[in-house]
């Protein structure tokens, strides 16, 4: 059950991505 961790993980990559 780590469905959190993965949501975070891809929320932050998204983030990096938008920031670039």
Known sequence: ???LTR???LQR???V???Q
């Open 13 to 15: 990559r998204c983030t």
């Open 17 to 19: 991505f938008h920031s």
């Open 1 to 3: 059950m780590h469905s």
């Open 7 to 9: 949501i975070k993980v």
